[in-house]
């Protein structure tokens, strides 16, 4: 789960989401189409550790869908549906996808949960204490979904949507949401619109190899959408991929989510995730600016054993002015890959990741981080 991730857990299941790919060399495809896999499903149980929900043990099913098997210009879509039960009595149900209709003149994209979803706050700011930490225990309906048209090669356009509907909130007596202390504390429903550009150079929608990815959203919430918080979103996230030798890739990100107006606090950028500022809880630190950068070196091992080393940092703060470099929080790590479908090149990731003040966090996921 990504700047594409609802915001559930740093990592919920053998899940990890995807967008598009682009600029690359047309797929060699059988002469008989026939014999082209139309649909692929890779059900595999999930079970795994991380932070946000200690052990879990549930089910994923993950499709690519090849929509058009004479069409060599369009890619590989696909899905995901998620089913987890996690030690930390949580629930979680998703459903995620990716689809690029014939020749990509169109790309849609989003995500549908429902979260029974106890977890940890610490209160808002980049420096807030541990000794804040509260559990308070919710719901949330999240939806997310766009309507993009093709511009250019690669480049897309159009119409996002997304809502987040919390309620049941039961804080910790004595805490900062029981006191009202933070916008949202008592739930509500945050629902807006607005628009998103992509570029998607990439080769490959789950493991990409080489060239680019930047994204750029904008979405208003507000009365007249139905929302009980009013306030604007803006979504930032460049990736480039360097190929510097056969099967040796090193990829960067440049993330970023800042707010103007007052999110409620489970709308507030969240820092820690399975794909960006791993080894961190999800939303240990949050507030209404956020930023991050990562680089990671991925290599073969032994056949169809690869492994990967990242570092990164990142941080929150409450406007733009209040960013530097002497709050960064740093995270480092590593983690093995196994290829688990040859023919779609789709990894089965395995990350460990140390974050600052003793955090830390293992994940399992399928596709890349990023």
Partial sequence: MRPWVLNAAGAVGLGGLLMAKPAYAAPAWPADTAKVRRVG?????????????????????LFTLRLYPR???????????????????????????????????????????????????WGVGNN???????LVDSRRVEVRATALRKLRTYVFAGPRVQLQHLYGVRPAAGGLLEHGQAVGSRGGTSSGAGYEL???GRDNLLNPQRRGYARFAQTFFGGWLGSDFRFTRYELDVRRYLPLSKRVVLAGQLSGIFSAGEPPFRMLALLGSDADMRGYYRGRFRDRQYAAAQAELRF???KRLGAVAFAGGGQVARNLGGFGLGELKPTVGGGLRFLMDRRENIN??????????GNSGFYIAFGEAF
């Fill in 300 to 302: 073969p091992v032994y």
């Fill in 128 to 134: 807030a204490p541990e000794s804040a930490k509260e």
């Fill in 198 to 200: 992509v570029y998607d």
């Fill in 348 to 357: 089965l990731r395995l990350d460990y990741a140390v974050g600052q003040g």
């Fill in 41 to 61: 499903v890779l059900p595999v149980p999930a079970i795994g550790y991380s932070p946000e929900t200690r052990g879990y043990l549930g089910a994923v099913a």
């Fill in 71 to 121: 069409d060599t210009l369009t890619r590989t879509s696909n899905a995901k549906l998620e089913v987890n039960f996690t030690q930390n009595r949580q629930r979680i149900f998703s459903g995620e996808w990716t689809v690029l209709l014939r020749r990509e003149q169109y790309l849609s994209q989003g995500a549908v949960a429902y979260l029974r979803f106890p977890e940890y706050f």
